[in-house]
């Protein structure tokens, strides 16, 4: 059975700070997602990783990926108050779409 | 611009009633996939559907049906609404494996049950 699991769940962090989402998988898997929510909207995508090493960065967001070690880590670089949100970590195997339970992000001015 | 559309943002229904909830893609998606959100249990698969016709049962299917008569529209039923599935559900479609990259979401349905 495939199980995403994030960690922490919640954080909660100063501006300008750095810190990292670790997301955990428990099977092979096709591919990995990482998508925003803002309080009550839908998911915004932030970043596919296809294969293992790939590191992708967006502004102060930069994922990457283990396929060995079944990890996938979102770094927060010099986090800015409009980064709190809800991060998930999303895995893909066989069609089969699995979230992790998300990371609730609050930045403190 | 790509889209996934709920058709219904906030829904009131009362136990017993049967509830409809409708998702259309405009992709030509063959998977499609209904999900509801809960404080503290994160985004839970009830089914998806990776062709027309054909539906696989997810994580939390118990109270749940669904409906894939035409490629770019998938139904979630509740045949009697309880309590308990108060929630925000949320749709999703995607190309099949090796053929895209990204998941589409719908903005959500928010179903209270009185």
């Known amino acids: 059975e495939l199980k995403v699991e994030q960690n922490p769940l919640f954080l909660s962090m100063q501006e300008g700070k750095n810190y990292t989402i670790y997301c955990n998988y428990s099977?092979?898997?096709?591919?990995l997602y990482w998508y925003r929510q803002d309080p009550g909207k839908s998911l915004e995508s932030l970043f596919v990783l296809l294969s293992n090493g790939a590191v992708k960065q967006e502004g102060r967001l930069m994922a990457s990926l283990d396929t060995k070690a079944r990890l996938s880590t979102l770094h927060i670089t010099a986090a800015v108050h409009d980064l709190s949100a809800t991060y998930f970590c999303v895995v893909n195997r066989d069609d089969k779409i699995i979230f992790g339970k998300g990371t609730r992000l609050h930045i403190l001015p | 611009d790509v889209k996934v559309t709920q058709s219904s943002r906030y829904l009131v229904k009362r136990t017993g009633e049967k509830v409809f909830l409708e998702c259309v893609q405009d992709m030509d998606h063959e998977n499609m996939f209904w999900y509801r959100q809960d404080p503290g249990l994160g985004l839970r698969l009830i089914y998806f559907?990776?062709?027309?016709?054909?539906?696989e049962k997810g994580d939390i299917p118990e109270g749940y049906s669904v409906s894939r008569e035409k490629k770019e529209r998938f139904s979630l039923i509740l045949e009697s609404a309880s309590t308990n599935q108060t929630s925000m559900y949320l749709c999703a479609s995607s190309p099949p494996r090796g053929s895209g990259n990204t998941i589409y979401f719908g903005e959500g349905s928010w179903l209270t049950v009185v």
């Open positions: 099977t092979t898997s096709d591919r």
């Open positions: 559907s990776y062709d027309v016709k054909m539906k």
